[in-house]
């Protein structure tokens, strides 16, 4: 029996379908895919390990995920981990499995890694909609966030390879395929480009979707994808985080508010039935009162339906996690109130 727990986001989710279908045959095994988006995540990771210690007493417990990569010595320190893979190692979990090891930590500098994991998977269990990996690593520093030292520089999937796994599922009988990636806009040579292609060499894909998409990446050709390629999904969801222009300076973002409206707005107009999500980040550090409610006026104003909002959490090691904290319990409530936003769209 092998076991593969996912935690954080959807290129965890297409990494752990291909470690089932690459350990399927292996007894006794629990892989924990780990996130290190924030320290809370970290916490609720080594939460989780200790459960599944308890509840398979006999079975090895191998961690390995963002939060593996970033501090491999917390989890090695945990008795209930048997073995400690990096995301590089992760491609090779096989062989770290197949051979007695003498460290019980194998983790590598990822920025000298500038590869991926090849394997193409045949599906996704008890799901209707498959993710597509198309790149991996950021370039971008955003002083929140710790991801491009978990997953290392951009690098991306040669574009037959996405092709060959886009067709795999379809005869799988997969109808939704959504491309994913860390940074998935920063596909090289272009996005806008491989969406064109995609859709010009699988013209009978019924429906291409899209995870979180950077709302400074988003051009002209891929609007007028949009509006003329019916059988692109018309939701759209943008990693805008803030809806204030100093708080996005200081996250080091790529875009300003008016920038999120308009390409809402153009997105519209190209397919009147594009409806749009966002993720938020609640209680930055040095976030005013007024500030925040320029992000509570932006999603009215672009008309953003859907919200995936986080209070901010200290993530160690970031810039941002230096600079003057907005009070826990002013981030909750923040995050409350904007989520409360979500439901009178719907009235």
């Known amino acids: 029996m092998v076991e593969v727990v996912t935690l954080g986001c959807r290129i965890n989710s297409y990494e752990s379908e291909v470690l089932k279908e690459k350990l399927a ?135 037959p390879e996405i092709i060959a796994q886009i067709r795999k599922l379809l005869a799988e009988g997969f109808a939704e395929i959504c491309l994913t990636g860390v940074d998935a806009c920063s596909y090289q040579p272009s996005f806008s480009g491989l969406v064109r ?62 920038d999120v409206i308009g390409l809402c707005r153009k997105l519209r107009r190209a397919r009147p039935d594009a409806t749009f999500g966002s993720d938020f980040i609640c209680g930055f550090p040095t976030e005013t009162d007024e500030q925040f409610q320029n992000t509570v006026r932006l999603v009215q104003e672009a008309g953003i339906e859907k919200l995936h909002v986080f209070p901010y959490s200290e993530r160690p090691g970031t810039p941002a996690a230096l600079m003057p904290q907005v009070p826990v319990e002013i981030r909750r409530e923040r995050a409350r109130i904007l989520r409360a936003q979500e439901d009178c769209s719907d009235e």
């Open 25 to 159: 045959a292996v007894d006794d095994l629990i892989v924990v895919n780990t996130c290190a988006v924030t320290g809370e995540a970290e916490r609720q990771c080594r939460q989780t390990i200790r459960r599944l210690r308890r509840e398979h007493p006999g079975a090895r417990i191998v961690v390995t995920g963002c939060a593996a990569q970033i501090a491999p010595r917390k989890f090695a320190q945990m008795e209930e981990v048997d073995l400690v893979l990096g995301n590089k190692e992760k491609a090779e979990i096989e062989k770290y499995l197949e051979t007695p090891l003498t460290e019980k930590t194998i983790v590598g500098d990822i920025f000298d890694y500038d590869g991926y994991d090849k394997y193409l998977i045949t599906g996704f269990e008890g799901r209707h909609r498959a993710f597509v990996q198309i790149q991996q690593g950021c370039n971008h520093r955003c002083t929140y966030c710790i991801v491009p030292y978990a997953r290392g520089a951009n690098r991306s999937v040669p574009e």
């Open 197 to 258: 292609h995609i859709l010009e060499q699988i013209p009978e894909l019924p429906s291409l979707q899209f995870g979180s998409l950077d709302p400074a990446a988003i051009d002209d050709d891929f609007v007028e994808l949009v509006q003329n390629c019916k059988n692109i999904c018309p939701h759209f969801h943008f990693s805008t985080q803030s809806g204030d222009n100093m708080i996005l300076k200081r996250m080091k973002r790529r875009h300003t508010r008016e």
